[in-house]
């Protein structure tokens, strides 16, 4: 209980520490003539992981942990990382694009399309499994698919509007 009680404390304290960084990092992009893209899907991406860390801390705060899902949990964390650093001062939970910015294209970004997405399914999954909490992954796995699946449609249309120069409509 009390590995289960730490581990969910650690992941709310990196999920609010992340909301404080892409606050600021959005502030700046913003600053620098930044245009937001799918702001209306935004509250409802914030509300589906606010349910997922509160679903865990209501059904998991209390249950053995696995150590081996928890080890995947624990490298998905070490891509995170790579993720964030690779993209710098530009990662945020919202989609900003910058004028006149080029894409990143170093370290993951290299590899794959939207490497914090892959990241995000992964966890989204792995976490509660490492609680044995099965039904719990598949439901968030599925709506956050759903939602992903609105994202990455609105990033990859705002992307290839500022590539072109075009003003991408906000979607």
Same mark, same amino acid.
Request: net charge positive; hydrophobic share 55%; charged share 15%.
């Given at each position: 209980?009390?590995?289960?009680? @730490?581990? $969910?404390?650690? =992941?709310?304290? +990196?999920?609010? &520490?992340?909301?404080?960084?892409? #606050?600021?990092?959005?502030?700046? $992009? $913003? @600053? +620098?003539? &930044?245009?937001?893209? &799918?702001? +209306?899907?935004? !509250? ?11 679903? $865990?801390?209501?059904? @998991?705060?209390?249950?053995? @942990? ?21 993209? %710098?001062? #530009?990662?945020?939970? #919202?989609?900003?694009?910058? !004028? ?6 170093? &370290? ?6 939207? !490497?914090?997405?892959?990241? =995000? =399914? ?9 609680? %044995?909490?099965? /039904? *719990?992954?598949?439901? *968030? ?23 072109? /120069? ?6």
């Amino acid at each position: 209980m009390i590995l289960s009680i @730490a581990i $969910l404390t650690l =992941v709310t304290a +990196q999920r609010l &520490g992340e909301l404080v960084v892409a #606050r600021r990092n959005t502030r700046r $992009l $913003l @600053a +620098q003539g &930044g245009v937001e893209r &799918g702001a +209306q899907h935004y !509250p409802l991406m914030v509300a589906l992981h606010a349910a997922w860390l509160g679903g $865990l801390w209501l059904l @998991a705060w209390n249950r053995p @942990a696995n150590l081996w899902w928890l080890m995947g949990y624990i490298l998905l964390e070490a891509l995170r990382v790579w993720v964030l650093m690779s993209i %710098g001062r #530009r990662w945020t939970t #919202r989609i900003i694009v910058v !004028p006149g910015e080029s894409l990143v294209r170093r &370290g993951p970004y290299r590899l794959i399309p939207h !490497p914090n997405y892959a990241v =995000v =399914v992964g966890e989204i999954a792995v976490l509660p499994l490492a609680f %044995g909490l099965v /039904g *719990f992954a598949v439901v *968030f796995s599925l709506l956050n698919a759903a939602m992903l699946w609105l994202r990455i449609r609105t990033e990859n249309h705002a992307l290839a509007g500022a590539a072109t /120069g075009a003003a991408a409509p906000q979607t």
